[in-house]
């Protein structure tokens, strides 16, 4: 992450009005994870929000898999490329779920990979374990969808992993800011967000 979000703080700070005490991160859906990445390692970042917050991004596929199997479920993804018994599995998964449709088919797009196999496994790298979230030292915003279709559990995940000062911030689907990412509901979760920034970097 440092070869985006240092050359963006480089770029920021020689910029008339920007006051290098104030510069914040903004990570959006899969942002929920590579906004703290870049956080835990560009320390000019004076405030972070993950929203909504992401530990690790292949858990989500895991998830539909039984526990017992993730271990051989892993070890199929990261097999030599070739036909595999897992790239059935894939396709099924798709049909029986528009959720996993959608991920598999958007995934492979974005990761600009021939097949969902390949991009699972290119999936697997991006988390904040290992110490990574550890490293983070600015204030933390973590957003959490209560009907969150993609990352749940992923919030509290990333949250108990933080050793920074932390807000963890839950939008229910009560005051119609349950979906992923508060979608349908942003000037609800951008005034809280923007209310917690003021708060966060106000002039001492």
């Not at 963006?8 to 006051?19: F, M, P, S």
């Not at 290098?20 to 972070?48: D, N, Q, V």
């Not at 995940?157 to 992923?180: S, V």
Request: aromatic share 10%.
């Amino acid at each position: 992450m440092g070869k985006v979000a240092t050359p963006v703080v480089d770029y920021a700070l020689k910029q008339t009005g920007v006051d290098p005490s104030r510069i914040a991160l903004l990570g959006t859906s899969m942002g929920g994870e590579l906004a703290p990445r870049a956080a835990a390692f560009e320390h000019r970042i004076a405030a972070c929000i993950a929203n909504d917050g992401l530990y690790d991004f292949a858990a989500a596929f895991l998830s539909m898999i039984p526990p017992a199997q993730h271990e051989s479920f892993v070890a199929m993804i990261n097999a030599p490329a070739g036909p595999s018994p897992l790239d059935a599995i894939l396709t099924g998964m798709a049909k029986a779920s528009p959720v996993a449709g959608w991920s598999f088919a958007n995934g492979t797009w974005a990761f600009g990979v021939a097949s969902p196999r390949e991009f699972l496994r290119k999936a697997l790298d991006y988390n904040l374990r290992d110490g990574v979230a550890e490293k983070i030292r600015c204030p933390a915003l973590v957003g959490d969808a209560e009907g969150d279709l993609f990352f749940k559990g992923q919030a509290d995940e990333l949250f108990n992993h933080l050793t920074c000062k932390k807000t963890l911030l839950r939008f229910t689907e009560a005051e119609g800011a349950g979906a992923h990412c508060q979608m349908g509901a942003g000037r609800l979760a951008f005034a809280r967000m923007f209310d917690w920034l003021d708060e966060t970097l106000a002039p001492s």
